[in-house]
């Protein structure tokens, strides 16, 4: 049987990977970090075309989506697959090592999580 702690930790960790990788409320941050991550010469790694790409606000994820081998911060902010094993994480660790603040945190976004695919609005990048 599954247990509800488990339930929690599952629907945590997908809101988690959601919130960083696709919703807009962390758009600036994302697009933060991926222009960090492309911060070297990026002419050499795209050529003239793509560097003008890059300095585009509303192209990062897109600059992502054609690179062939993007930096890891960057794949890493934008793949709701790599960044859930890192949320997976980062739950199991909060409930081992602060039992009572994780309690309310992930109940918090599992809540989070179950409305939103309760409300028809969950998508997949």
Partial sequence: MISEELIVDVLAAARLSRLVTADKISQPLRRALIRWSYREDREAVFGAD??????????????VAFDDCPPWLAKLVT???????????????????????????????????????LAGHETRA
């Fill in 79 to 117: 793949c709701p697959w790599c960044f859930g094993l890192w949320a997976s994480f980062g739950v199991v660790a909060l409930r081992g090592l602060s039992p009572c603040t994780a309690r309310p945190v992930l109940r918090a976004l599992a809540l989070s999580e179950a409305a939103g695919i």
């Fill in 50 to 63: 793509r560097a003008r790409m890059a300095g585009d606000c509303g192209a990062h994820d897109a600059l």
